[in-house]
């Protein structure tokens, strides 16, 4: 059974602050891996995506993935309370068949 | 925005009876996926679809069909309503094919098995 794990949460950061999401996954064979946002009550949109280990860096977020480790990480830089939502990790291969992490729901404070 | 609707958005229907969701796509995408979303256990997949009539099954198949008649329709029937099937159901595309897929959803639909 593949799995992919996350801290469920709260995580409450001030803002301004970086705040620093984390994921680990069971498949070793696995190729991609996205981080989704979801705001209460909406559907999840993709924010990264990232394939090959290190760092990839979208505007303030920085995606940092580990396959060694299994390991992939999403850092918000200078958090907004508009950034307080719900991230979700998907682990994904060839096989087209994504694994959802429960998420973590980040909270990022006024 | 991915072309992408869902309909119903909500739906309270009683234990039991059937239910058909649908997924809508505008840009005829081969890969369509259905998710039900539980609190603490994310998104699991039900059913995907890798081309007209071309279905197979998911994580969390059991209670539910689907069908795809239309490159662009994906319907997902409940054959007899449960209150464990109570949940928040989405339906994905992958525009894309192999490594490089990323995921994107309908609004939702929200169900309510009474």
């Known amino acids: 059974q593949k799995e992919v794990e996350q801290n469920s949460g709260p995580l409450s950061v001030p803002e301004g602050a970086i705040a620093s999401l984390n994921c680990t996954y069971s498949?070793?064979?696995?190729?991609?891996f996205f981080w989704y946002r979801q705001y209460s009550g909406k559907s999840p949109e993709l924010i990264m995506s990232?394939?090959?280990?290190g760092d990839k860096e979208d505007g303030r977020f920085t995606a940092q993935l580990n396959k060694a480790s299994q390991y992939v990480s999403l850092l918000i830089r200078d958090s907004q309370p508009s950034d307080s939502a719900t991230y979700l990790c998907a682990v994904g291969n060839y096989g087209q068949n994504f694994v959802f992490g429960p998420g973590t729901r980040l909270s990022v404070l006024p | 925005d991915a072309g992408i609707t869902q309909s119903p958005r909500h739906k309270v229907t009683e234990t039991g009876t059937p239910v058909t969701l649908r997924c809508h796509q505008t840009?005829?995408?081969?890969?369509m996926y259905w998710y039900r979303q539980d609190p603490g256990h994310g998104l699991r997949l039900i059913h995907y679809s890798y081309g007209v009539k071309d279905t197979d099954k998911g994580e969390v198949s059991d209670g539910y069909s689907v069908s795809r008649s239309k490159t662009e329709d994906f319907l997902l029937t409940l054959e007899s309503a449960t209150s464990s099937q109570t949940s928040v159901y989405f339906c994905a595309i992958t525009p894309g094919t192999g490594l490089n897929t990323e995921a994107f959803f309908g609004q939702g639909t929200r169900l309510t098995v009474v």
């Open positions: 498949d070793r064979g696995s190729q991609s």
């Open positions: 990232i394939y090959s280990n």
């Open positions: 840009e005829n995408h081969r890969y």
